[in-house]
């Protein structure tokens, strides 16, 4: 197997450069969830006071669809907010995700991951600096740059909690 993060010949170098970190990343979360049942996947961990790999996946992409409206400098559709939101439930936690099978989740994601290389297709690398408001409140900011990175490595991140589910549900 050979792995590089070779850019869309569409894309401008360090976009296409983020971009194929994000598309890797997206490829290795349908990797690590392969062969999940639908009790796995709504498999809450030890005592049921985990994050689900179906709340965690939902988060992922709602996350990412928002920094893809950011990235386009719009706002989220009230049609996207309602398919994949809210960001919390009224407790402050991931929504609860149920009965949604992986196919499902992962092709939500997979769609998601298809708006970004469009909108990365119209980027070019000194668009990469500007800035943008993101957070609960808006209330932080970075540049597309960052956001692009925090895409993948927020993925990554909550693969690691995916990988750790697995392990808790086979040993239960």
């Known amino acids: 197997m050979f792995f590089d993060l070779q850019g869309d010949v569409n894309m401008s170098p360090i976009v296409g450069l983020l971009y194929s970190a994000v598309k890797e990343n997206s490829q290795r979360l349908q990797l690590i969830s392969n062969g999940m049942s639908q009790e796995e996947v709504d498999y809450k961990g030890p005592n049921n006071t985990f994050n689900s790999a179906a709340q965690l996946i939902n988060h992922l992409t709602y996350v990412d669809v928002n920094w893809v409206y950011r990235i386009k400098g719009q706002s989220l559709p009230s049609s996207l907010e309602e398919k994949y939101g809210p960001a919390l439930d009224t407790n402050g936690k991931l929504p ?40 609960h409140e808006n209330e932080k ?28 549900f086979k040993d239960h």
């Open 141 to 168: 900011q970075a540049t597309i740059r960052w956001g692009l990175w925090h895409i993948a490595d927020h993925n990554r991140y909550h693969q690691a909690h995916i990988n750790h589910l697995r392990k808790w």
């Open 96 to 135: 609860m995700v149920k009965d949604k099978s992986m196919n499902a989740l992962l092709s939500n994601h997979e769609g998601v991951i298809k708006m970004l290389q469009e909108a990365c297709a119209q980027l070019r690398d000194d668009d990469l600096v500007k800035v943008i408001s993101f957070g």
